[in-house]
C-alpha cells in the first residue's frame, strides 16, 4: 500500500515538473515570438514615418497603402496590444519631432489604424484606462477630441479630470481659462503648476484679455493659479491683483500671493499697501516671510514701520524685526527697546517684592 501510495506521489511530482518546464519552455518561445512581431511592427512603423516625411520625388505617401501595410502586421482591433504598442511608438515618434514634420506626423497619425483607439477609451468605466486614453490624445496631439476632453473637466475622478483639464490647456491655450469658473472641484497644487508651464511652453506669449476675463473667478484655486500665471510670466502690470490675497482669509491662498509677490520689485505705494496687509495676517510664519520680502527690496527702512512691529508684534515678530534694524545700523532703537523691556521688568519686579 505504501509503495503505491510512493509510486503515485512520484507520478504526480513529474507531471508537475512537466507542466512547470512546459509552461517555462512556452513562455520563453513566446516572448521571443512576441518580441519578434514587435520588431516588425516597430520596422514597419519606422518604414512609414520615413517615406511619410520624406517621400521620393514625383511620388505621394498612398494612406490606403499605408493602412493596409500596418493591418498585415497586426494593427486591428482584434489585437489590442499590438495597437497600444503602436501609438506608444507614435507618441515617442511625435516627441522627438519638431516643426514642419511634427505637422506631418500629427497628419498621418489621424488617418492610420488606431483612429480612435485612444478615444474609445474615454468611454470606459475604469479610471486609469480613461486617464491615460486623454493623455495618449494630448500627446499625439489629437485636437479634434477637445469637446469630448471638455466633458471631463469635472470628472468625479482626480486623475481623469487632470488629464482632461491639462489637454484642454495643451489644444485651447489662453482660451482654457474661461472654463475656471465653471469648474466645480478643488485644483491640486500639482495641476496649477503643470497648467502654468504648458501654458508658459506652448503658448509664450501672454493673451491678456483671456487672462484677465478670469479675474472675476470667485474660486479659490482659480485665484491662486491667476496669481501663478501672472509670476511665470512676469506680468508687473498685473500686480494689484496678487496683492489683493496678501491677507486673504484663506491660508492657501494668502500663501500663494506671498509666494508669487516675491517674485517682483514692487514700488513704494505698492509696498505701503502690503504693509497694511500685514496686520491682518494670522499666521506668524507668512508674516516673517513677508518681512524677508521687504527687506530684500526695500532701498530705505520704513522706521515706523519696524517700531510698530517692534514693540507690539509677538515675540517672533519682535526678533525678527530687531535683527532687521540691527543689520541695517538703527542698534540704538533696538538697545533702546530692550532697556524698555529691561527696566519695565525690573520695576514689575520691585512692585511685586
Not at 79 to 85: A, E, F, G, M, S
Not at 277 to 296: A, C, D, G, H, V
Amino acid at each position: 500500500m505504501e509503495e503505491e501510495i510512493l509510486k503515485l506521489l512520484i507520478q504526480l511530482l513529474l507531471i508537475t515538473l512537466i507542466i512547470i518546464y512546459g509552461a517555462i519552455a512556452y513562455t520563453m518561445l513566446y516572448r521571443k515570438w512576441r518580441t519578434s512581431r514587435l520588431k516588425i511592427i516597430e520596422s514597419t512603423f519606422a518604414k512609414i514615418c520615413s517615406l511619410f516625411l520624406y517621400p521620393n520625388p514625383n511620388l505621394e505617401p498612398n494612406l490606403i497603402e499605408i493602412q493596409r501595410e500596418l493591418k498585415s502586421v497586426g494593427i486591428v482591433p482584434s489585437k489590442p496590444r499590438n495597437v497600444q504598442y503602436l501609438i506608444d511608438l507614435m507618441i515617442r515618434t511625435q516627441r522627438s519631432i519638431l516643426g514642419v514634420n511634427y505637422i506631418k506626423l500629427k497628419t498621418l497619425f489621424t488617418q492610420i489604424p488606431p483612429y480612435g483607439a485612444s478615444a474609445s477609451k474615454l468611454n470606459s468605466k475604469k479610471w486609469y484606462i480613461k486617464a491615460r486614453g486623454i493623455r495618449e490624445i494630448y500627446e499625439m496631439d489629437q485636437s479634434q477630441y477637445t469637446r469630448d476632453l471638455i466633458k471631463l473637466r469635472n470628472s468625479d475622478n482626480i486623475y481623469v479630470r487632470r488629464e482632461a483639464q491639462i489637454g484642454i490647456v495643451i489644444f485651447l491655450g489662453w482660451k482654457s481659462l474661461r472654463f475656471l469658473p465653471y469648474l466645480k472641484r478643488q485644483m491640486t497644487l500639482w495641476q496649477q503648476i503643470k497648467i502654468v508651464e504648458k501654458l508658459y511652453d506652448l503658448y509664450p506669449v501672454p493673451d491678456l484679455n483671456h487672462l484677465r476675463r478670469a479675474y472675476n473667478s470667485d474660486r479659490p484655486y482659480a485665484n491662486e493659479l491667476i496669481m501663478r500665471i501672472i509670476r511665470k510670466f512676469h506680468l508687473t502690470e498685473d500686480i494689484a491683483y496678487i496683492i489683493q490675497f496678501i491677507d486673504n482669509p484663506k491660508f492657501e491662498t494668502r500663501e500663494a500671493a506671498i509666494y508669487c509677490i516675491s517674485s517682483f520689485l514692487l514700488d513704494e505705494d505698492q509696498i505701503g499697501e502690503i504693509k497694511e496687509k500685514f496686520y491682518n495676517i494670522s499666521n506668524t510664519e507668512q508674516q516673517l516671510m513677508l518681512l524677508k520680502y521687504f527687506q530684500r527690496i526695500s532701498m530705505e527702512i520704513d522706521l515706523p514701520f519696524y517700531k510698530d512691529l517692534l514693540y507690539n508684534g509677538n515675540d517672533s515678530i519682535k526678533l525678527s524685526t530687531a535683527d532687521i534694524l540691527w543689520s541695517n545700523g538703527y542698534k540704538e532703537e533696538v538697545q533702546d527697546y530692550y532697556y524698555q523691556q529691561y527696566t519695565q521688568k525690573a520695576n514689575s519686579d520691585f512692585i511685586s517684592v
